[in-house]
């Protein structure tokens, strides 16, 4: 079935009819009734299909996966409902969600163009009249709101016909070379995003930010931290309404970061602002957690109930409800304080304070002009350090807290790691990198099956009390039992991890390297 | 499982072609990715999709595991319907299959890396019972049997159903059958018809094609009933055999 394909772009004031015509004086051609489609093509946030050269169209009530560059179509299912948004979940069991799952993953799917076709199919046949390559005029327009049409460039697709791939490379030879016309170096729909004013590509979350080594100190903290506050801002109306739960996530992760080099490079800040920040930044990470752990439970649930068998995944059901009814208070008080004139007020002036950062005084900022590769250096040395320390001290007998710590101690390093690994070398960074991700799997393993079992016995009497409540109960008591057998199993791995994190060649390393 | 449909029958010129090329089509038209084999050496199917009866090394290369089938695919005038042509070395299939250690697997063997990318696959065998057609037996989850309504077409209906059940070792396709240019001027055709429905244990689908001049024309036209004559009876009576049959696989 696949075959080959590509897009030429059109000239100016040459219509498909019109190529059609030129190409008619040198091959065999037949042209078919021209016909138009309505299209709307959807997308998650961060534009996971496009990055995936895939394009997802709905048009008559059907959803068709198409690769972006030739439009074949890969896979498609019925639409379901007249939904804004599509999960995973929402799709029909079958080959397009099966395509689409490894892709999206848990983000969500929404409209992100409509465009309107008018496609004009002509076919280049062989000396026995048979079709060998497939053109197809384009001439779409993109729909803006208050039904604006804006005229995309025409195009002319071009595919092959399996088993004749002689004559599509003749045919596109004859287009580009005889007609001159150019392959276009993008999909349509990326055309349409771009003339309604929308983010090609998407909205991404990652940080993407390039450094100098001698830069000064707070300007490198502005970069950082104005991206930071930059992805915030982009996450926040998402994580309001719900569209899936990443936008909540990658904006914890921005305020997580930011309070992390708030507090490590808290040289280059004048110390009472920085106070108000903290305290601002603190307020939304606790703002927003209770809405995010139970975003968290109910997604790691079905996997939870899954471990109990057949007959007890269905027992847990009121759990499942309790926690759905929790999500939705916590959610509405989490909306209300992220729409407050207090958080709104709290970026306001963080922005305002990162735009003159670097001309403020310095009187108190003893780290602000200092380069910012000696400054991170002495950072993620003293954390490094810091968390060997913790570490070494703990054994069999250390209460949670311990690990719990070092796990706070392994996220801020591996934020600065992030931020400032561009300063340093890679056979430096890199092990670093590997090591902490080990030491922090097992430490995040240990912490969330214990808060997983602390909230199922905190919720234990309000299950008790609903309908199949007791059966509810006993499955409960299951699944405690098996985290804890699995926060034992973590614990266990505990020290060879720990050791790998903090051998002797990478101490050596890492004081070499920061000091 | 991409189900495996054998156009099917011993007697020559009973309509196998003409319904694989347009049951292939209509269940492309339907939406389904649909892939016919032409195993037959005189190529008629591929002749009707305007497609050159040749394949790349032969019939022999292709059941020894020598050819990669999916190289020697080719598009159909249909988005969704592709061909694996038929070759003039076909002739030899018997010999060619004897060659291999197992001369019964050697159609599966070409098929099956190609079934996962269709839904349906089609084959249109050339007449006669023979070591090629137990290869069929084997690859096929149905035999689709055209049958003229006379006595002596049922009798070898009935042959080929024992034969299967007797002489076919491990898993066996159903047998189907349809009646195929049925004149309803005949008395005799419509006697037969009435006596088959009336003791016929679904073996027999309802749906029957008409003896009908569109049907010659494909050869003329060298296209599917659905390329020239759309709305005629004949496609009609294809789609209805299809619809009936789809929902059996
Ligand atoms: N329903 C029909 N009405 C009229 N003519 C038909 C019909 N079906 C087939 N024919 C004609 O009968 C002849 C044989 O048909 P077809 O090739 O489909 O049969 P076949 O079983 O494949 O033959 P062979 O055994 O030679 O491969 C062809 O000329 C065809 O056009
Ligand atoms: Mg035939």
């Given amino acids: 079935m696949d075959a080959r394909g590509t897009q030429l772009l059109l000239p100016d004031g040459m219509s498909g009819s019109a190529a059609a015509d030129r190409l008619a004086a040198l091959v065999p051609v037949v042209t078919e009734r021209a016909y138009s489609i309505d299209r709307t093509f959807w997308e998650s946030f961060d534009g996971r299909l496009q990055r995936a050269g895939l394009a997802l169209a709905e048009a008559g009530g059907r959803l068709v996966l198409i690769d972006a560059a030739t439009h074949a179509e890969q896979a498609g299912a019925e639409h379901p409902r007249a939904a804004r948004r599509l999960l995973l979940e929402d799709l029909p069991a079958g080959a397009l969600r099966d395509r689409l799952a490894p892709i999206l993953e848990l983000r969500a799917l929404t409209p992100v163009a409509r465009v309107r076709s008018r496609l004009l199919p002509i076919n280049v046949l062989d000396d026995l009249g048979k079709i060998v390559v497939r053109l197809r005029g384009e001439q779409s327009a993109a729909l803006a709101a208050g039904a604006e049409k804006i005229a995309l460039r025409p195009r002319l697709h071009v595919v092959g016909v399996r088993g004749y791939d002689v004559d599509f490379d003749r045919v596109l030879a004859l287009l580009t070379r005889e007609l001159g016309l150019q392959h276009a170096p993008r999909p349509v729909l990326d055309d349409a995003v771009e003339v309604l004013g929308r983010p090609v590509g998407g909205t991404s979350s990652k940080l993407r930010i390039a450094l100098d080594r001698a830069e000064r100190a707070d300007r490198a903290a502005v970069t950082i931290l104005r991206r930071l506050l930059d992805v915030i801002e982009a996450n926040t109306p998402g994580a309001l309404t719900d569209v899936d739960s990443e936008f909540l996530h990658d904006l914890r992760v921005a305020v997580r970061r930011s309070r992390a080099l708030q507090r490590e490079l808290r040289g280059v800040f004048a110390p009472e602002p920085l106070r108000v920040f903290r305290d601002g930044f603190r307020e939304l990470q606790v703002l927003t957690g209770p809405t995010r752990d139970l975003d968290v439970q109910l997604l790691e649930f079905g996997e939870l109930a899954a471990g109990l068998g057949d007959g007890a995944a269905a027992d847990v059901a009121p759990l499942r409800r309790l926690l759905e009814q929790r999500l939705v208070a916590e959610r509405r008080k989490m909306v209300a304080g992220l729409r407050s004139e207090r958080t709104r007020a709290l970026i306001r002036n963080w922005a305002d304070y990162l735009d003159a950062l670097a001309g403020a005084p310095e009187a108190d900022r003893p780290d602000a002009a200092r380069p910012i590769a000696d400054v991170a250096a002495e950072r993620i040395g003293a ?110 791995e505990f020290a060879e991890s720990f050791a790998q994190f903090a051998a002797k060649p990478q101490r050596r390393i890492v004081a070499r390297t920061f000091g | 499982m991409t189900p495996v449909v054998a156009l099917y029958n011993i007697k020559g010129g009973v309509g196998k072609t003409s319904a694989a090329v347009n049951l292939a089509w209509t269940a492309a038209e339907q939406g389904a990715r649909v892939l016919l084999w032409d195993l037959d050496p005189q190529g008629a199917a591929s002749y009707l999709l305007r497609i ?163 049907v010659e024309k494909m050869a003329i036209q060298r296209r599917a009933l659905a390329g020239f004559a759309p709305r005629g009876r004949a496609v009609r009576a294809y789609e209805a055999l299809w619809n009936e049959l789809r929902p059996r696989l």
């Fill in chain 1, 383 to 492: 954390v490094y350090r810091r968390m060997v320390k913790i570490g070494r001290a703990i054994d069999d007998g250390s209460p949670h807290e311990a690990l719990h710590d070092l796990r706070k101690k392994g996220k801020e390093l591996r934020y600065l790691l992030e931020f400032f690994s561009s300063l340093y070398p890679p056979e430096v960074v890199k092990p670093m990198v590997s090591t902490l991700k080990g030491l922090q799997d097992v430490l995040g393993r240990f912490q969330d099956r214990e808060v997983q079992a602390d909230l199922l016995r905190a919720v234990g009497d309000e299950v008790a009390a609903m309908e199949g409540g007791s059966a509810a109960l006993m499955a409960m008591g299951v699944l405690v039992e098996r985290l804890a057998e699995q926060q034992q199993q973590a614990r266990a």
């Fill in chain 2, 52 to 214: 050159k009866p040749k394949v790349r090394g032969g019939g022999s290369r292709l059941v020894r595991g020598k050819s990669d089938p999916a190289a020697l695919l080719k598009g159909s005038d249909h988005e969704r319907l592709d061909l694996l042509p038929a070759d003039f070395s076909y002739r030899k299939m018997d010999l060619a299959l004897d060659a291999t250690k197992r001369p019964t697997r050697g159609l599966q063997r070409v098929i099956a890396p190609l079934a996962e990318q269709y839904d349906y696959v089609f084959l249109d065998c050339p007449p006669a019972i023979s070591l090629a057609s137990e290869s069929v037996f084997a690859a096929a989850d149905a035999l689709l049997v055209p049958l003229i309504p006379t006595p002596l077409s049922l009798r070898t209906f009935e042959q080929l159903q024992r034969f299967v059940a007797q002489d076919v070792a491990g898993p066996r396709p159903r047998i189907l059958a349809f009646f195929s240019m049925v004149d309803g001027r005949k008395a005799l055709h419509r006697k037969i018809i009435d006596e088959v429905a009336a003791s016929s244990d679904g073996c027999v689908l309802q749906a029957a094609i008409p003896a009908a001049s569109d």
